[in-house]
Nanobody, 126 residues
Framework: VQLQASGGGLVQAGGSMRLSCAASGRASSSYAMGWFRQSPGKEREFVAAISRSGGNTRFVDSAAGRFAISRDNAKNLVYLQIVSPTPEDTAVYYC????????????????????WGQGTQVTVSS
């Protein structure tokens, strides 16, 4: 599966932004999906994950209800909604896919994912 992340850019603190991840080559419904982010000088960190069915989600603790992850398997799309971003959310955001038989499992470890998109830059201005 190939992944293409989009929707990044410059956003003001307190605004909102929606990132998209388009899957091609194989139906995204075969994969649990995740979003990660990486800031300069830092390791890539987990942000959010969603199960194949969309029924289970998981978020990094710092998300504090500001992030939402969803998917549209009919369109092979996964979304990450960021509400009230702060400058600390500035990073390159990556989507990732993990092939799994489970329709409910979510994965938070970077090493669990075998497929990665190219990343989209999100910059939050104060």
């Amino acid at each position: 599966v190939q992944l293409q992340a989009s929707g990044g850019g410059l956003v003001q603190a307190g605004g909102s932004m929606r990132l998209s991840c388009a899957a091609s080559g194989r139906a995204s419904s075969s994969y649990a999906m995740g979003w990660f982010r990486q800031s300069p000088g830092k390791e890539r960190e987990f942000v959010a994950a969603i199960s194949r069915s969309g029924g289970n989600t998981r978020f990094v603790d710092s998300a504090a209800g500001r992030f939402a992850i969803s998917r549209d398997n009919a369109k092979n799309l996964v979304y990450l909604q960021i509400v009230s971003p702060t400058p600390e959310d500035t990073a390159v955001y990556y989507c990732a896919a993990k092939a799994t038989f489970s329709t409910l499992a979510v994965y938070t470890n970077r090493e669990s994912y075998g497929y990665w998109g190219q990343g989209t830059q999100v910059t939050v201005s104060s």
